[in-house]
């Protein structure tokens, strides 16, 4: 299966299901550039949701997408690369 555009309500519930951090798809749209450790969302965390993407969807994503600082720049980052392909 493959996906043209991750959205917050995708992110909002990887983030729930692989870092353990319950977020409103909606609070995450309004905190879009606040930094995950400030909702709670750990490295580890992050990691855990690019690789739940990656398997998923089949998707190899850049390896700097682990160290996106904000949902909004992880939002563009994983979204260039499924339109891109790169």
Same mark, same amino acid.
């Given at each position: 299966m493959s996906i043209t555009? =991750?959205?917050?309500?995708e992110l909002a519930a990887l983030v729930k299901q692989s870092a353990g951090v319950t977020v409103a798809p909606e /609070?995450?749209?309004n905190?879009? /550039?606040v930094?995950?450790?400030? =909702?709670?969302? /750990?490295s580890l965390g =992050?990691?855990?949701i690019v690789g739940e993407l990656e398997n998923r969807h089949g998707v190899a994503l850049?390896? /700097?997408?682990?160290?996106?600082?904000t949902p909004a720049d992880? =939002?563009?980052?994983?979204?260039?690369?499924l339109t891109t392909g790169v």
């Open positions: 555009e =991750l959205t917050f309500e /609070d995450l749209r905190a879009a /550039d930094p995950f450790s400030a =909702l709670g969302v /750990d =992050l990691l855990g850049p390896p /700097d997408a682990e160290r996106s600082k992880f =939002l563009a980052l994983v979204n260039s690369t």
